[in-house]
């Protein structure tokens, strides 16, 4: 551009800024597309509109491309793209991307394990505020896997997911509490974050308040609170969980009509007011 005078070199970059901000919104766009497309199931548009984006650096593209690759969704599955595109956006800091890294270290899932590669992109994921990777830390503590086994530090890092929301976090420190696993045994304690973790949907927690209400574990026995619980755990979109259903096979023949009634009626009032009424 050196042959253009100052004034027509002034317009040409002011044509290029207004160019930019019209651009911008279709980028944008592109992308959301890719997403609806991919949610429906049309995975070649997802594609189609991705690809470019990630090409260009984009890092919610990247990872969803290296999904894609992991999973074979639209694409032939293959590991070592699904890395390379998780590689690209963790380079940026994407946490989610980081957080897949440390699963796939962790499972061998096309790398070979390594549980000190795991812990690595764990932890960087977990500085970025991903609460499933600090969860991940806390079962790596409790099983022992690449580190010393330390309860105690397990807690730590199931608090710290806990704490931001995280459903497995929160289950599993209500199995710590349930258990006495680096920590004294509390029931009570038990039941807050198992009823945290069941009133986002968790049927495992869901199972665990059923068994604490029937055996007044932390609680007087309250056998139809029990039933309900067990209710929503084992009537899950046709997805029933089989040890709830084990619960109300045995509550059966414990409650009258009246209260197996009444736990069915908590159950359904519960599940469809979003865990908001739930009998309590």
């Known amino acids: ?68 690759y992991r999973k074979g969704d639209g694409v032939n599955q293959s590991h070592e793209e699904a890395k390379r595109w998780f590689l690209l956006a963790a380079e940026k800091g994407h946490a989610s991307s980081l957080h897949y890294l440390g699963r796939m270290y962790l499972e061998g899932d096309g790398v070979t394990q390594s549980y000190q590669e795991a812990k690595k992109w764990f932890l960087l994921a977990a500085e970025k505020g991903h609460v499933q990777a600090l969860n991940n830390i806390g079962i790596m503590y409790e099983r022992c896997n690449g580190v010393i086994q330390s309860s105690q530090k397990a807690i730590k890092w199931f608090l710290l997911a806990a704490q931001k929301g995280d459903v497995t976090g929160q289950y599993n420190l209500g199995r710590s509490y349930s258990d006495g696993q680096g920590v004294p045994k509390d029931y009570k304690e038990a039941m807050k974050w198992y009823r945290l973790a069941a009133e986002q949907g968790m049927p495992q927690a869901q199972y665990q308040l059923a068994r604490m209400y029937g055996n007044g574990d932390g609680v007087r026995p309250d056998l139809e609170t029990a039933y309900m619980w067990a209710y929503i755990a084992s009537n899950r979109d046709g997805e029933a969980f089989a040890p709830a259903a084990e619960v109300l096979t045995l509550l059966d023949k414990e409650m009258t009509n009246a209260e197996i009634a009444q736990g069915t009626l908590w159950a359904r009032e519960c599940m469809s007011s979003g865990y908001t009424k739930c009998g309590y």
């Open 1 to 68: 551009m050196k042959h253009l005078t100052k004034p027509r070199r002034a317009i040409h970059f002011m044509v290029l800024a207004f160019l930019m901000t019209l651009t911008s919104p279709v980028v944008a766009q592109d992308f959301e597309k890719g997403l609806a497309a991919a949610q429906a199931g049309d995975y070649a548009t997802a594609l189609q509109e991705w690809t470019p984006l990630a090409q260009a650096g984009d890092a919610d593209a990247q990872f969803n491309l290296g999904l894609m």
